[in-house]
Structure formats: C-alpha cells, structure tokens
C-alpha cells in the first residue's frame, strides 16, 4: 500500500477513486456539507483553473467514515 501525500488536494475523481465511492457520491457530500472544499490559510477555496473545487485527503477519509457510520446506524436500527 502507498503511502498518501497529506499535503495532496484531490479532484472529484481522485477523492472518488480512493473512499471507493462514484464521483457523484463525493458530489454529494460537497453539496451536503459533508465534504469542504479546501482552503488557503485566508479562508479562500481552493480551485483549479477551470474552477473545479480540490479536496483534502484527510477531509475525504472524514466524509467516507461518518457516510459509512451513518449507514450502520440505519441498518442496525
């Protein structure tokens, strides 16, 4: 297993491709609240010259856990 780059900002489909889920899944999260863009120390978001919002890894793997944790609390209940 590789070791991942804590200082990396991921795209849609990089944040995707390593929480195991679909692009809109991620998506979702970002639209839910789930999921913050990443920002510079100002507080500004970070985006790639088209726009397109960049992820952190660490912020994707919080997303990922508390999705999945939800998901047990539902189907325990």
Known sequence: MSSLDLDALWTVAEAAEHAGVSEATV?????????????????????????????????VARAEFATRERARRVVAA
């Open 27 to 59: 998506r979702s999260w970002a639209h839910r609240g789930h999921l913050p863009v990443a920002t510079t120390e100002h507080g500004d978001e970070i985006r790639d010259p088209s726009g397109r919002p960049r992820y952190r890894p660490l912020d």
